[in-house]
């Protein structure tokens, strides 16, 4: 009996420090599972647990991780045809329709996933909304979500990686949307990078240049932030209405725009200015979209000028992508839907449904390539240049729901 307990101890304390120090995780998912909680640090999550060998449900798996960037390799494939769409954490894009045949069939799709936590030190947190409590960004485990009309995965390996990364700074936009039918383009984008770079997506709904730094999420940004490393800001929607003594374009916007650009520099990244997403709101002839955003997109081009930061200019392209669509085809875009799909009429015409931050996560990523960043490298092969004027059709558009859904409209607008 000491023998044995001996042997199992020396076992475990072989195996453990190299679990730890690779922070490196296999699993077979051909093979049962637990269900998760935080002492096995493992396990399917969110819905009940698949039945392995028969299910065609989609299902979430978890693992306990500190935060960082992940390599995610998942094979896909079994026994049986499979249609596969992987996402991550709140709802981030990672592959899509992905199919395999029955029987020996696989594909492998390899990704970078970020985790972080609201822990920036011993005394500072990011100051996050109640709302966000419940989302699965600011938690202390990696979510992956394995969807499709047929999902069948045989293994997963997760590893930690030191690899540039990619911060999102913005509003609802911009923010990993935590249920459907809402959708972003900073959770979208992730689909278009390789495993070599990872996408850290800091925005949140309703938020302002001044409010995201006021709850600290520049210095959770910061607290990480390297040489190599980008910034990406995007606000202008919620800013607009800031009615407080020196408030507007011209002086508290470009102010608070300024912090970004010399807190970034410091650190001796990269920043990149986004100009506000159009609304949908059409002139009276039903064919020009006017701009609700007053002088907001020019306050921030004025000062990318001066401080030379490089600038997508989304409402350009955003505008230029619902006026081809047009005044009825537009709503496709964006919260659109009838009673009969969420229990009541949804009529948004400034969030996004996944199809339309699809379209202006290609916008993002065109600016990328028309300023000729560095970080253009790190696209996919299989991505294919984009023009708003000539968008994806609506009609042909495939998405994998998440079970996820809410029909309370984002905080912003």
Avoid at 119 to 127: G, L, P
Wanted: proline share 5%.
């Amino acid at each position: 009996m000491k023998t044995i307990t001996k042997n199992l101890l020396i076992s475990l304390i072989a195996t453990l420090p190299i679990q730890v120090a690779a922070q490196c995780f296999d699993f077979d998912l051909t093979k049962p599972q637990p269900v998760y909680n935080d002492s096995i640090g493992f396990g399917f999550d969110i819905l009940p647990a698949p039945c392995i060998k028969s299910s065609t449900e989609p299902f979430y798996f978890s693992v306990k991780v500190p935060d960082g960037n992940y390599r995610v390799e998942v094979v896909l494939g079994g026994k049986k045809n499979s249609d596969n769409t992987v996402r991550a954490e709140g709802r981030r894009l990672m592959a899509e329709n992905i199919q395999t045949a029955k029987s020996k069939d696989t594909k492998k799709v390899v990704f970078v996933v970020n985790k972080r936590s609201t822990y920036i030190s011993d005394t500072k947190q990011v100051k996050i909304k109640p709302r966000e409590k419940d989302y699965m960004v600011w938690d202390n485990k990696l979510t992956l979500e394995f969807n499709g009309s047929n999902p069948a995965v045989k293994s997963l390996h997760i590893e930690k990686v030191d690899i540039p990364t990619i911060y999102l700074c913005g509003n609802s936009t911009v923010v990993d949307q935590n249920y459907e039918p809402w959708a972003s383009w900073g959770q979208m984008i992730t689909r278009w990078f390789g495993p070599d770079v990872a996408i850290s997506n800091h925005a949140e709904s309703g938020l302002t240049a001044r409010t995201f730094i006021a709850s600290n999420r520049l210095d959770k940004i910061l607290s990480t932030l390297k040489k190599g490393d980008y910034v990406f800001v995007e606000f202008g929607h919620n800013d607009e209405k800031e009615k407080r003594a020196g408030d507007g374009a011209w002086y508290h916007y470009q102010y608070q725009l300024k912090i970004f650009i010399d807190e970034v520099r410091a650190k001796g990244a990269d920043i990149i200015f986004c100009t506000p997403t159009q609304r949908r709101f059409f002139d009276k002839d039903n064919k020009t979209i006017m701009n609700t955003h007053g002088d907001f997109p020019a306050a921030m081009k004025m000062v990318a000028e001066k401080e030379h930061v490089p600038l997508i200019d989304l409402n350009k392209k955003t505008k230029v992508f619902f006026e081809t669509l047009g005044f009825e085809d537009s709503k496709r875009a964006l919260v659109h839907y009838p009673k009969s799909m969420y229990g009541r009429e949804l009529a948004d015409n400034t969030h996004f449904n996944p199809y339309g931050a699809y379209e202006v996560a290609k916008c993002v990523v065109m600016g990328i390539k028309e300023l000729d960043l560095p970080i253009a490298k790190y696209l996919r092969k299989d991505w294919q240049d984009f023009n708003p004027a000539q968008p994806d059709d609506w009609k042909t558009f495939k998405w994998a729901p998440s079970r996820m859904v809410e029909d309370v409209k984002p905080d912003g607008n």
